[in-house]
């Protein structure tokens, strides 16, 4: 129903920066909410940030004043800039969707979408 393609991932240097992107396809009514969560080897996913369709932000207390997300609603796509990225920001990023999809039935019900994960990996 809904595929997340997620980009950007890579080897960086401490104190450099990248840029993630995720972008939804599918059948797509509406954003409820997108974001990026993380998973370092040996440790529990956890949330990195996440924005409403709106605008609304949520940042994990780790990334804040490093990392930006933002949404292009047009284009179903979430962008993750990391800057300052630190040894510590190493883990695989996932892409998440809290969607409205539209069902074969025409019925519009809400679906979470998960991307395949994309690594970023910070050396010291």
């Known amino acids: 129903q809904v595929q997340l393609a997620e980009s950007g991932g890579g080897l960086v240097q401490a104190g450099g920066s990248l840029r993630l992107s995720c972008a939804a396809s599918?059948?797509?009514?509406?954003?409820?909410?997108m974001g990026w969560f993380r998973q370092a080897p040996g440790k529990q996913r956890e949330l990195v940030a996440v924005?409403?369709?709106?605008?609304?932000?949520n940042y994990a207390d780790s990334v804040k004043g490093r990392f930006t997300i933002s949404i292009d609603n047009a284009k179903n796509t979430v962008y993750l800039e990391m800057n300052s990225l630190k040894p510590e920001d190493t883990a695989v990023y996932y892409c998440?969707?809290?969607?409205?999809?539209?069902?074969?039935?025409?019925?519009?019900?809400?679906?979470?979408?998960w991307g395949q994960g994309t690594q970023v990996t910070v050396s010291s």
């Open positions: 599918g059948s797509i009514f509406s954003i409820n909410t």
């Open positions: 924005i409403s369709s709106g605008g609304r932000t």
């Open positions: 998440n969707a809290d969607l409205m999809v539209i069902l074969d039935t025409a019925a519009i019900q809400e679906y979470e979408s």
